[in-house]
């Protein structure tokens, strides 16, 4: 974990001392990676990797590092068409990725090595094989938060800080600043969301023994074929913004047998455009182009209606998808005692799991046939005051046998495990952690997907 990290005050964002970018957001072994990396004052620098997950508890493995490079301060990219931030940082470091390295989720610790400051890059590694899960990383979404260098995520359109129409560009060649929801997360600088609301699943998915093979949302974008050679695809956390391509390959997968689960919240909500950078290389930069979900579906963030509301809807393929005030939290509570879900896990009609739904959800749900509600309830802005709002945890049947599952929260992970660093989110409602329940539900869930 990250020990001693620095964010400028200016900009509240950077920590410009080090920081840096990987040239892809996924790897295979025996492909190269680089590494850009700025040091203001220029530094020499370490980097550690390490992969995360169970490790006897211990959240992750060294598995090698370069050390004593010459860090040095790289420019701000200017502003380009759409507020464009494109950095074109010369190569630091190389890396060649080991054949023995096992798909997962890797951070560089960047260290500098006079004043012991500290930052992450993340990427993924991937594989080709066959396994039982599919876990894709919301890396989208983490970029689309990313505010570096200052007020330059997706949601920045230079007059509004939370802007949610189009005409904004993000890319993918810039360092993760500090997370700007929630809460305040220092030691996750540099690594996207990962650690905030993916790690917790991964790390118990990994306790428990399942066969897991990683991917990025490019690869769900750029790879349908690569999505049936696994029984079940887990969409994680906070998976918000989808390419088209994505939920016709998901919704292709579905249709030929795929089982699908998502463990996430407000997910498939914004429809993006990816296109190349500024040195020609594709799908490094994207914006959003429109709306997973009916007009007026959403009441919190006007700015939606100058995107078009196009089918499909989200919920067609999720079950359920944000709608009303989006935000909020809630108990899960069970709808469906009898549901094959709920088994050993002791639940009766109207009991709940306090807390774990939140801060975004899904509703609404589709009129597919055969779908279940299996536990809903109103939403609130705070303990007692409800906003309006009802989640809807969903499953519906594929045509081959297979299900669908929605859990209609970003917060599921919290009721599975809570790794080393991780920091428990609050706000309209405050989830309570590691419950049996969740566990039980997740077992019964993967079980009937691994059938």
């Known amino acids: 974990m990250l020990t001693s990290t620095r964010v400028d005050r200016a900009t509240g964002w950077r920590s410009q001392w080090i920081e840096g970018y990987c040239s892809h957001t996924r790897v295979r072994p025996g492909d190269t990676l680089t590494f850009h990396v700025s040091t203001d004052p220029a530094e020499p ?57 096992l798909s997962g989720v890797y951070l560089g610790r960047l260290r500098t090595r006079g004043s012991g400051l500290e930052s992450y890059v993340v990427f993924i590694v991937r594989d080709d094989r066959r396994a039982d899960f599919l876990f ?50 220092p030691l996750s600088q540099g690594s996207g969301e990962f650690l905030l609301w993916e790690f917790p699943i991964a790390f118990w998915l990994e306790r428990e023994g399942y066969d897991i093979s990683y991917i990025s949302n490019q690869d769900t974008h750029s790879d349908p074929a690569g999505l049936r050679r696994a029984r079940g695809f887990l969409s994680v956390g906070h998976d918000e913004y989808w390419t088209p391509e994505m939920f016709r390959n ?88 009898d ?29 597919i046939p055969g779908l279940e509600v299996v536990a809903t309830g109103p939403t609130q802005e705070a303990p007692g005051k409800p906003n309006g709002g009802t989640y809807t945890a969903t499953v519906y049947p594929g045509a081959r046998g297979n ?23 609050s706000v309209h409602t405050t989830p309570k952690g590691p419950d049996a329940r969740v566990q039980t539900i997740t077992r019964n869930l993967l079980r009937r997907m691994k059938s």
């Open 45 to 101: 620098f370490d980097i550690e990797f390490y992969r995360l997950g169970w490790y006897g508890g211990d959240g992750g493995r060294r598995v090698g590092g370069i050390a004593n490079l010459q860090g040095s301060p790289q420019p701000l990219p200017a502003i380009g068409p759409k507020r464009l931030r494109d950095c074109q940082w010369p190569v630091s470091a190389r890396l060649r990725i080991p054949s023995d390295w």
């Open 136 to 185: 894709q990383c919301s890396d989208h979404t983490w970029q689309a938060y990313n505010r570096w260098p200052d007020h330059f995520a997706l949601y920045d359109n230079g007059e509004h800080q939370w802007w949610w129409g189009g005409d904004v560009q993000v890319s993918f060649n810039r360092p993760y600043g500090r997370y700007c929801q929630i809460f305040d997360a």
């Open 250 to 337: 998901v919704q292709a997968a579905i249709r030929d047998g795929t089982h699908v689960a998502f463990l996430s919240g407000n997910a498939v909500c914004g429809r993006i455009a990816l296109s190349p950078d500024t040195a020609g290389r594709p799908n490094r930069v994207f914006e959003r182009t429109g709306v997973y979900g009916p007009p007026g579906g959403t009441r919190d963030f006007i700015a939606m209606n100058s995107l078009p509301h196009e089918r499909p809807y989200a919920n067609e393929l999720v079950g359920a998808h944000s709608t009303g005030p989006v935000t909020g939290g809630a108990d899960w509570t069970c709808a469906l005692p």
């Open 339 to 367: 549901h094959w879900l709920f088994r050993d896990t002791g639940m009766k009609r109207g009991d709940s799991i306090p807390g774990i739904v939140g801060w975004e959800w899904h509703g609404d749900p589709a009129p």
């Open 403 to 425: 299900i669908v599952f929605n859990a209609a929260t970003i917060w599921w992970g919290d009721g599975l495990s809570e790794p080393p660093g991780y920091k428990r989110p």
